[in-house]
């Protein structure tokens, strides 16, 4: 697995590479000491796997990930002490790393990273598609969310920003909806209406509704009207 | 010299109080009146009355301990009424009325018992020469004037004694709050930065032992100061400076050629006295501000001069002051520090941020003599 190392001290990059020398699965292909760099080299070395200092001058690693175009690759967070983002991601169940690093610990995140074993990595797709498989990264506030494109069920536009539904949360991305839905997979995900774009996966019932409209019932008890344009649309893609 | 106060008194046990009022007030009781019976005594011998009206010595005696017993007991037995009927807590405006009245009845009943001994158990005339309502009259505008007396010594000391003890609570109460402030206030080395630190060491142990040991030492040094400086109010500037340069001495080794120093320390300064972990607080400042966010880092500089006693103190370090910066990140070390500069030393101690030179932060120190040194 190719990985990047983010953080500003060289002398713990050092440790980090040192520390997975143990692991030849992991293929260090570079290193970043700002945000900035690290950015250029994530367009350039397409990295699957992501070891991110989270505290950073001008930048945190959370800034850092919240501005990454999806998808975004695994991440393992690396923090000397920041109450706050640890607590976060424990929420999240995301993995994080406690500097000095334990090697126990370390050899614990990288076993538990899961395109080791399937080797079904996030790759952009056809046209910088978003794969259902691939993950995206959301945060509010001080919570943040690895959410995996399949288990999004709804996108609701909100001016610019885009309100993401999953599981029991809904917080806000960062990128209007229009622009999300370039990026999303037409196969899965229709726009129900102006506001509204479902994942066809997580539809439950649908009904008739007024002046040829439809109803659509999502798992979760979401309801979203469709126009009679929209139901015509809707019912075209269904019957292929 | 240690932080927590001697000053501070212990809250007097309240049942032992009472108990010393209780005292005070027999005390008061038997002089006032003893004194009142000395008068009496006093006045009888020296101004004797008409031979014709004058009374042998065991009736005289007996009608001055009549007076006495009966005084003593009237103000005695008004004293629960005054308690139940929560006098202490009137305004004077309240009480002054009340006083009067009291001591006008007290009288009455006074003058009451006065005369029926006299005149009816001892069976004495009346006077020939004036009328005995003029004499009751008199003898209780008289008496009335006694416990009006009594009454104002009575809420005097009440009033005083409420004075001296809100007083003595407001005392304790301020220094407890500025022990709080204090301990709240002193500042500690920044977690995040131990943790850092202990992360490079481990690379530094197999890259440079040497260096290596010398940063286990350095970091014991600068934990220990932080650690022990919680209970001092001041250490010489030298011990600070000491410390400085070790905490120095990890952020070089964490930001390597991105940090780089300038010390200008007059000699003169070194005995003079520092809240600890100041100089610190404000070269963790300009680290964190001035070199972390930058690429390619930048100098600090430590000026420390003596004028005349005060210890004058500038950290300088690349950056511009944002004011209008989340103030929350901003200001919150520089703040603490300049509030547990003044709550030591004072409003002549003085900590200001500013910036001379475009892309150039100081942050400059004043710290006065102080005046018990």
Known sequence: ??????DDERLARSELRRLLSEFPEIEIVGEASQTKQAREQMAALKPELLFLDVQMPGETGID????????????????????????????????????????????AAVNRLPGLSQSTLAKPGPAGRLESADKVFVREGEKCWFVEVSQIRLLESEGNYTRVHFADAQPQLFRSLNAMEERLDPKFFFRANRRQIINIAWIASIEPWFSSGLLVHLKGGTKVELSRRQAQDFRDRMSL | MEVSADISLPAPDAAEREQAKQRLYVLFQAAGWSAWLLMEAIFTFAFPEPPDERRDVTTNLSIVIMFM????????????????????????????PRMVATSVVMALIWVGFITGWVHGVLGEKWSMHVA????????????????????????????????????????????????????ALKSQVNPHFIFNSLNSLRALIDENPGRARRAVTQLANLLRYSL???????????????????????????????????????????????????LQTLVENAVKYGISPRADGGEISIVARNEGGALRIQVSNPGEIKASEKAG????????AAERLRLIFGEKATLRLRSDKPALVVAEAVIPLPVHP
Request: negative net charge.
């Open chain 2, 69 to 96: 017993t009966v005084g003593l007991l009237l103000t005695h037995l008004l004293r629960p009424f005054m308690r139940r009927w929560k006098w202490k807590q009137l305004g004077w405006r309240q009480l002054v």
């Open chain 2, 228 to 278: 022990q400086s919680g209970q001092l109010e001041t250490v010489p500037f030298e011990d600070e400076l000491e410390v400085v340069n070790d905490y120095l001495a990890l952020e070089q080794v964490r930001h390597e050629e991105r940090l780089r120093l300038r010390l200008d320390i007059g000699t003169d300064t070194l005995s003079l006295p520092i809240p600890p972990m100041l």
């Open chain 2, 132 to 183: 005995p309502v003029v004499i009751v009259v008199m003898d209780t505008c008289f008496i009335s004037i006694v416990f009006f007396g009594w009454l104002c010594l009575y809420f005097f000391y009440h009033v005083f004694d409420r004075l001296n003890r809100s007083e003595i609570e407001r005392f304790q109460l301020m220094t407890s709050v500025k022990e709080a402030e204090l301990r």
């Open chain 1, 64 to 107: 850092f990930l919240a501005a990454l175009e999806p998808p975004v690759p695994h991440v393992i967070f690396t923090t000397a002490y920041d109450e706050f983002a640890v607590k976060g991601f424990e929420l999240n169940a995301l993995d994080y790393l406690l500097k000095p690093v334990d090697p126990a610990r370390l050899a």
């Open chain 1, 1 to 6: 697995m190719r990985a990047l190392l983010v």
């Open chain 2, 329 to 336: 990140s901003t200001g919150v070390g520089l703040h603490n």
